[in-house]
């Protein structure tokens, strides 16, 4: 490898650490459907599924509820 290479990826990797991790589940709102019950956080169609443990989430009385894990709101958008 060139010195000049080498400078570059090192200056990458120098950079990539001083940048802020990315936090899973970044979305803190979700609005939700009566199809998509059982509810439960993360979804299936959330990119970072693995985020943290599976957790059911009861919704259907109040029209909201809290994940609380990493605090998103789904929101029931629509009736029955």
Do not use: F
Not at 43 to 70: F, K, Q
């Amino acid at each position: 490898m060139t010195k000049a290479k080498e400078y570059t990826v090192n200056q990458n990797i120098s950079q990539q650490k001083q940048q802020k991790p990315r936090v899973a589940n970044a979305v803190k709102r979700y609005e939700i459907s009566h199809k998509d019950l059982p509810l439960h956080c993360p979804m299936d169609n959330m990119t970072l599924w693995n985020s943290h443990p599976r957790v059911y989430l009861a919704i259907e009385e109040s029209g909201e509820a809290r994940c609380p894990y990493c605090g998103a709101l789904y929101v029931l958008k629509d009736e029955e």
